[in-house]
Each structure stands twice: as structure tokens, then as C-alpha cells.
């Protein structure tokens, strides 16, 4: 393969990357965050609830659902979210490698490992619930990424470090923990959620409407 081949392919990759990362997280097109949110309202069981007090303030509420329910319904939320029982990983992007004459390399999967990550992710703070996630790292490098996950995920060119990694894995925690966030505001307006990844910040979900 010749050099302009090679560099025309990194191309491709990175516009490639750049239109699924765009498509993903700003557009929430199909492809992206909005299918993953589809699948999370088809994936999430049901909100379990019971009534406390109706008259007690909803911080109480609030508590009281998370300490009876909570962090256990939003973890098996989140872990919908995986990309199989074998495979127990929230992923964010794939790092596709440049050929090199004579040397193997294959594609590398990168992302949360889940397999660790327990109900006490969550907690709970006045009205917003929060979980904690670790970093993303590197998963898997092998050459059978499925064509379907390789779809929905940006691609990053080696030696170019994905920044947007932890803003990918939010993202896609936030779509799987939505469906109980939704359910959860009709019975307690005002409630948000927050999704920190380590070492990257965190963002804010506000309570969707009825």
C-alpha cells in the first residue's frame, strides 16, 4: 500500500470520526445518542416506588426511594447499557491503528469497564442523584469489533488522544440512566441527575417533563 493510500485512509477515519463523534453527541441523530436513548426507554424495567409521606418535603421523598430502591434500579439501568454479559463495557470510540509493512495491528476498543462498577456509584444530594464512573481506557484490541457497534462509535487516529472520551461516556450513561429519571420527575419535580466521569468533569441532566 502506498503512503498517499495510507494518509488517504487516516483521512477517511478522522472525517468518519468527526461525522459519527458530531452525529452522537450534538445532533443525537439515529445512529448516535438518539438510538441509544430509544434503546434505554426499551431496556429499563419500570420505576419502583412507594409512597413514604406525600406530605413530606421531596428531599425526604427522595431519599427514601433512593435508599429503598435507587442506587439498585439505576445501576441495572446502567448496565443495560453494556455491550454484552461478556463484554461488560460502556464504550466510547474506537482507535483504528495505521497499517505498518509486515506488522499485525488491529482496531482498539476503548471505553468504561462496568464489570467492577456496583450500586454504590450512585448517591444522593438533596434533590440530584449522582454516579460516579471511572475513566475510560483501552478495552480490547482485536479485529472483530462488530460492524454494528463500530457504527454508532467515533474513530480516533493513533497517537491522537480522543479528548471528547469522557464527554462520549456520559453521554451514553445519561441515555441508559434517563428512562428512571423521567419516571422518577413525575413523582418528584425537580429532580436531576449527575454523571461524573473520573477525571473529566461532570455535566447535569435536568429532570425531563411529564
Excluded at 497499517?99 to 469497564?113: K, M, N, Q, R, V
Excluded at 479528548?163 to 434517563?178: M, N, P, W
Amino acid at each position: 500500500m502506498s503512503d498517499s493510500t495510507t494518509h488517504a485512509g487516516v483521512r477517511e477515519l478522522r472525517v468518519r470520526g468527526l461525522t459519527v463523534f458530531v452525529g452522537l453527541v450534538v445532533l443525537g441523530l439515529a445512529s448516535g445518542a438518539g438510538l441509544f436513548y430509544w434503546e434505554a426507554a426499551r431496556l429499563t424495567p419500570p420505576l419502583e416506588w412507594e409512597e413514604t409521606d406525600a406530605q413530606a418535603p421531596p428531599e425526604a421523598r427522595l431519599r427514601y426511594w433512593f435508599q429503598k430502591y435507587g442506587a439498585p434500579q439505576l445501576h441495572r439501568a446502567l448496565m443495560a447499557g453494556r455491550l454484552s454479559a461478556q463484554r461488560p463495557w460502556l464504550a466510547t470510540h474506537v482507535v483504528q491503528p495505521r497499517p505498518e509493512a509486515g506488522t499485525p495491528y488491529a482496531p482498539e476498543l476503548w471505553g468504561i469497564d462496568l464489570s467492577n462498577v456496583g450500586p454504590e456509584m450512585a448517591s444522593v444530594d438533596g434533590m440530584q442523584l449522582c454516579v460516579d464512573l471511572p475513566a475510560p481506557r483501552m478495552l480490547e484490541r482485536t479485529r472483530e469489533i462488530p460492524g454494528e457497534i463500530a457504527r454508532r462509535l467515533p474513530i480516533s487516529a493513533p497517537g491522537e488522544p480522543f479528548e471528547a472520551a469522557a464527554d462520549v461516556a456520559r453521554e451514553r450513561a445519561r441515555a441508559f440512566l434517563s428512562p428512571v429519571l423521567t419516571a422518577l420527575s413525575r413523582k418528584l419535580p425537580g429532580v436531576t441527575l449527575e454523571v461524573r466521569i473520573a477525571a473529566a468533569g461532570a455535566a447535569s441532566l435536568p429532570a425531563a417533563g411529564p
